[in-house]
């Protein structure tokens, strides 16, 4: 490696409003891993969160960490165990590795397990990053015909699969996703390819529906000031009956009371936005219709979906990717995520290749 790579610059938060551009060592991946050459890294909501506040609930900044799980590379080493990549190989990163063979591994949620390592979430870091190294077993080759910044996707479209899957979202289905932000927009891009027959999604922004309506939602409700039992009329009255699926993705409390009364009865209504510990809901209107309240809480074995609906053109992710920054503007980047400018904000971390 020449000594101009050997640089590895990285988006290291320190503490709360405290964010650096460093450069730290190249690392040498471990016999199971492989070290990879950053291409694309999106900016998540839980980046600007740790860089703001210097924690998300119990998980709390204590030492520097370098930032960023949404990303995608190319193999420029294996490790010495490694057999199912090699140098060259374009791959997207699946964030979160287990750490032992617990329980949850056995039984497939894999994320629900308490030791699992996670990119960007304290302590481990992330790979925001010239160079990072990352278990062979949750890097997934990318087709030819999937970019980096797809492959980058993937991390978010993922939160989006596994809500639809929890939802149990099916042909015919009759969807309401509260919030149009990335997560909303990509739970909206599953949904429909899912076989949803109407969904419809609110947000307090008029852009991000517009976005909405481009992606393919079937009608759009812009909140004002409405109680979230009126914001649940305009609901039923947009979609011509109440949802029988409801996908909350903001956390906001009121939005949460507005999913609940908008879902039908016998329905079903996913958590996915993280808001406060503790919000105050019409749990007994809910348990009265047969409201099945459901949480996720990231993702598990969604890749190959993922990879799947990308490259069949099932699933068309690009537009989400409204700003792009090279690693030395990172900061300007971050600034640009925290004032919600635009949809999703790429990183772009191989100064030699600025494609997508």
């Not at 190319?74 to 063979?101: H, M, N």
Request: proline share 6%; net charge neutral; hydrophobic share 40%.
């Amino acid at each position: 490696m020449a000594a101009a790579e050997q640089m590895n610059l990285s988006v290291v938060v320190h503490k709360a409003g405290d964010l650096r551009l460093e450069n730290r060592p190249v690392p040498e991946p471990g016999p199971n891993e492989v070290l990879l050459k950053m291409h694309s890294v999106g900016i998540c909501g839980s980046d600007v969160h740790y860089w703001q506040h210097g924690r998300i609930g119990d998980f709390v900044v204590n030492n520097p960490m370098v930032l960023g799980h949404e990303a995608s590379g190319t193999v420029v080493q294996v490790g010495s165990s490694v057999t199912t990549l090699k140098k060259g190989d374009r791959v997207a990163i699946e964030p979160g590795v287990p750490r032992e063979t617990d329980e949850f591994c056995k039984t497939g949620r894999y994320n629900l397990s308490p030791t699992i390592f996670f990119c960007a979430t304290p302590p481990d870091d992330g790979n925001l990053c010239r160079y990072y190294t990352h278990s062979a077993n949750f890097c997934y080759k990318l087709p030819d015909n999937v970019t980096f910044e797809e492959g980058a996707l993937i991390e978010p479209l993922s939160v989006g699969i596994h809500a639809c899957r929890r939802a149990g979202v099916t042909l015919g289905s009759k969807v309401f996703i509260c919030g149009a932000g990335p997560i909303g927009l990509v739970t909206l891009l599953v949904a429909k390819v899912m076989g949803a027959a109407q969904v419809v999604i609110s947000d307090l922004s008029a852009l991000r529906l517009e976005k909405a309506k481009e992606l393919g939602a079937d009608f759009t409700v812009e909140v004002k000031n409405e109680s979230p039992r009126e914001l649940a009329e305009r609901v039923k009255n947009a979609l011509g009956c109440m949802p029988e699926i409801t996908m909350e993705c903001s956390g906001a409390q009121t939005s949460i009371q507005a999913a609940l009364y908008a879902t039908r009865s016998g329905g079903t209504l996913v958590l996915i936005g993280m808001g406060p510990e503790m919000v105050t809901v019409p749990l007994v209107s809910a348990a009265a219709r047969e409201v099945d309240i459901k949480g996720i809480f990231r993702y598990c074995n969604t890749w190959p979906m993922a990879i799947a609906m990308l490259a069949s053109k099932k699933v068309n992710v690009q537009p989400l990717v409204t700003h792009r920054f090279p690693l030395e503007k990172a900061l300007e980047a971050f600034e640009t995520t925290r004032k919600c400018i635009g949809i999703k904000i790429m990183l772009k971390c191989d100064p030699s290749d600025q494609n997508p």
